[in-house]
């Protein structure tokens, strides 16, 4: 088996990272060529306002995340107060709810027909311009909305590096003068920085990605631009003209991060592990540090999600129950199917890293080369797979095949899906296959197991958490993906993602709290995952007890 595995590696490698990149290879080729005067006209109007909000987007939310993220994980790991243990996992709560999701409700909440503002000016007498109010449908409402849905990300990596921290350091900075605050900031800080870097970088990724939130604040970013563009013209070359900038800038924030890590590491010069000198707060200092880790909550997850219940319970029209049956059903398919395409894929090439030590370094760069469609978003990704499937219809109309074969259907979808989450299921498999030791491959073969009964009896029992965490995963980023599924879906069949986008368009957002709803309580399985691995105990033998 392992012969096999180291032939078959190169070709899987290499075959895999082909297909995954071809949809963003075909965008980036079409660069430069003929518009008829399109693309001037749009760098001319467009372009100078999708760059602006972009980048205004990308800072607002960068820095939020970072300082709320940050904040909340020193806290939580640092020092002890009432409901500490209740935050540091409800702190995850907001991954479950997508922006686009979180963006209908505040909008519901804050505008000037909404509850908040009718509240005022009832209280105060108030009527329309007597009084100022934040703008919801605005640059500074996406970057609210994005900031307190995607700051976990950096709540998680900075929480896992304060877990990890040394004590002896934290001990010796003690020791020379410094204080709760000047520690944070001289020693825990500087050494979380890698962490913190990686987190803000997937946060501006997910910024850069964004299509349903942004949308629907009716601020143009480069995602909605190259959406507008390619549905009101079809013009492959001015689209990916557009696109070719938000890859490149992808690309270049991908490039800054490596850098900014650089070739240090930080490791402890002791195998010894201690409790963390965490600090006890009482009065005043508890009630702050209790309100600034809740908050986060309270406005990430628990508004949205008593507000969409509040539209629910008061909505005069539901969608009807057979048309919402099969939204789930439709939605829940092509999560189970793209699960079924994605997991397996991910465990064979992963497998093949792991018995091909000794490839070549071009497929070792292909196996890393597949996980950059997590990193492209998924207009951008959709449109790609358009131009692909349409080359491959047009062969096959070639050899004699007179209808079009994958062009609208859910293999379109599935590859789509393929391209974007092949890391989303990537990693839990590969952390799974580093958990078995050699040994245990070792013994089987001393037992007389070889070839595939190894894998049969050994490798997949052991791989069962791991590929059962991929799966979950999967399904639940392809119930909550929206771009891809818009664009590459088949006629007449809509996923609760799609409908709940397209039912607070057209401000019915009573109607669309139910499949909204239903995407949010989907979102809490990964969530429950997440927080069990975040419970786990630093390194050492016993857990953290605080």
């Known amino acids: 088996m392992r012969d096999i595995s180291l032939r078959s590696w190169p070709w899987l490698s290499l075959g895999l990272a082909g297909v995954v990149l071809a949809p963003v290879l075909v965008v980036l080729a079409h660069v430069g060529a003929d518009t008829d005067g399109l693309w001037a006209h749009l760098a001319a109007t467009t372009l100078?306002?999708?760059?602006?909000n972009?980048?205004?987007?990308?800072?607002?939310?960068?820095?939020?995340?970072?300082?709320?993220?940050?904040?909340?994980?020193?806290?939580?790991?640092?020092?002890?107060?009432?409901?500490r243990r209740l935050v540091e996992w409800a702190l995850l709560l907001p991954l479950a709810v997508p922006a686009y999701v979180m963006a209908y409700t505040y909008t519901d909440l804050l505008q000037f027909a909404g509850p908040v503002q009718s509240a005022l000016r009832g209280w105060f007498g108030w009527r329309r311009g007597d009084y100022w109010f934040p703008e919801i449908y605005s640059l500074g409402g996406a970057a609210f909305v994005l900031t307190f849905v995607l700051y976990p990300y950096v709540y998680v990596l900075a929480r896992a590096t304060?877990?990890?921290?040394?004590?002896?350091?934290?001990e010796v900075a003690r020791t020379l003068g410094r204080t709760g605050f000047g520690i944070f900031t001289s020693v825990a800080l500087p050494l979380a920085r890698p962490a913190l870097v990686a987190g803000?970088?997937?946060?501006?990724m997910e910024t850069l990605a964004d299509f349903g939130a942004v949308r629907f604040f009716e601020v143009q970013t480069f995602t909605t631009a190259i959406y507008a563009t390619w549905t009101a013209t079809g013009d492959i070359a001015a689209t990916s003209a557009l696109a070719s900038c938000l890859i490149g800038a992808v690309g270049l924030l991908v490039v800054l991060e490596r850098v900014s890590r650089g070739a240090g590491r930080?490791?402890?010069?002791?195998?010894?592990?201690?409790?963390?000198?965490?600090?006890?707060?009482?009065?005043?200092?508890?009630?702050?540090?209790?309100?600034?880790?809740?908050?986060?909550?309270l406005i990430g997850f628990v508004l949205p999600a008593a507000v969409l219940i509040g539209l629910l319970w008061g909505a005069e029209t539901w969608v009807p129950w057979p048309r919402f049956v099969q939204l789930v059903a439709n939605t829940v398919s092509v999560g189970l199917l793209a699960a079924c395409v994605v997991v397996p894929l991910a465990i064979a090439l992963t497998a093949a890293m792991r018995t091909g030590a000794r490839a070549r370094p071009l497929h070792r760069v292909a196996a890393?080369?597949?996980?950059?469609?997590?990193?492209?978003?998924?207009?951008?990704?959709?449109?790609?797979?358009?131009?692909?499937?349409?080359w491959v219809d047009h062969a096959l109309g070639a050899l004699g095949v007179e209808r079009l074969v994958l062009g609208g259907s859910l293999a379109a979808l599935m590859y789509a899906y393929l391209v974007r989450f092949y890391a989303v299921a990537a990693e839990p498999v590969a952390s799974g296959f580093h958990s078995i030791r050699p040994s245990i491959e070792a013994a089987a073969r001393v037992l007389g197991a070889a070839g595939p009964r190894v894998w049969l009896r050994v490798h997949l029992p052991l791989l069962r958490p791991a590929v059962l965490a991929a799966a979950i995963l999967v399904l639940v980023d392809v119930m909550k993906e929206l771009p891809a599924?818009?664009?590459?879906?088949?006629?007449?069949?809509?996923?609760?993602?799609?409908?709940?986008f397209q039912l607070a368009r057209t401000e019915r957002l009573d109607e669309a709290a139910l499949p909204a709803l239903v995407i949010v309580?989907?979102?809490?399985?990964?969530?429950?995952?997440?927080?069990?691995?975040?419970?786990?105990?630093?390194?050492?033998?016993?857990?953290?007890?605080?």
Request: hydrophobic letters at 55%.
């Open 54 to 83: 972009t980048v205004g987007l990308v800072v607002l939310v960068g820095s939020g995340t970072l300082v709320i993220g940050t904040a909340t994980a020193w806290l939580v790991t640092m020092t002890r107060f009432p409901g």
């Open 368 to 390: 890393k080369a597949v996980n950059l469609g997590y990193a492209t978003p998924g207009v951008v990704i959709a449109i790609g797979v358009v131009v692909v499937i349409g």
């Open 485 to 500: 599924t818009l664009l590459l879906r088949p006629f007449n069949f809509d996923t609760l993602a799609v409908e709940a």
């Open 162 to 170: 304060f877990l990890g921290q040394s004590a002896c350091a934290l």
């Open 521 to 546: 309580l989907a979102g809490l399985a990964p969530v429950v995952l997440l927080s069990r691995m975040m419970g786990q105990s630093r390194a050492g033998a016993a857990p953290v007890r605080v």
């Open 48 to 52: 100078p306002r999708a760059i602006a």
């Open 200 to 204: 803000v970088g997937f946060v501006i």
């Open 266 to 297: 930080v490791t402890h010069s002791t195998q010894r592990y201690t409790t963390l000198p965490t600090a006890r707060l009482t009065g005043v200092r508890a009630a702050a540090a209790l309100a600034v880790t809740t908050v986060p909550i």
